[in-house]
Structure formats: C-alpha cells, structure tokens
C-alpha cells in the first residue's frame, strides 16, 4: 500500500510539478530544485547527523527519552533550515516579527 502511494506522489513531485511551475508561472526548474529539495536536503544533513550520533552514543530506550533527544537537537535544524533555507530578506522579516513580541514582554510600554 505505501508503494501505491509513493510511487505517484514521486512522479508527480519529480516530473509534473517542475514542468507545470515553469510554463505557468514562470519559476526555473534550476530555481526550483534549488530552493524545494536541494538547500532543505543540505540544511537537514546536520540535524541527520546529529540523529544518528545520538541514537548511537545514547540509544531511547522509553519515548520520554525519545521526545528529550528530539528536543535537545531541534535546534540544529531550525539553524540549517535558518541560513540555507531562507534568504537575508526572509531570516530578518522573521527577525522583526519575532523580536518585537519579546521585546514587549520585557519591556512592556
């Protein structure tokens, strides 16, 4: 059943999608190959890594752990995808949109 499902979804992702983006709106398939699978792949690597490290050095051995693990290298994938998945524009909009709030709650007006 996974396969019955995957193998569409891949056809369809893989050679309908870049075709289709780039007669009707005009984005290069370098453009999209770029900023869809290959800066998102490359910006995971780290996090993968660190995965494997973790599951190899300290295996879960209950979910808590599990969810503990996660938790503690999340933050290398929100830094991958941050500079290679976002351009300069993007990082400092998220920036003002994220700063300004907790700057409020420390220093309320």
Do not use: N
């Not at 709106?25 to 999209?32: A, E, F, S, T």
């Not at 500079?83 to 300004?100: F, N, P």
């Amino acid at each position: 059943m996974a396969w019955a499902i995957t193998i569409p979804y891949l056809v369809v992702s893989f050679l309908f999608w870049p075709g289709y983006l780039r007669k009707w709106v005009g984005v290069p398939v370098g453009d999209l190959v770029s900023a869809a699978w290959a800066r998102p792949l490359v910006a995971a690597v780290p996090f993968a890594a660190c995965t494997y490290a973790l599951e190899h050095f300290w295996p879960a051995h209950h979910l808590a752990l599990f969810f503990m693990q996660v938790g503690l290298i999340l933050p290398i994938a929100m830094v991958g995808f941050w500079y290679l998945c976002l351009t300069a524009e993007d990082r400092r909009m998220l920036s003002d949109s994220l700063l300004r709030p907790a700057l409020r709650l420390v220093r309320p007006e």
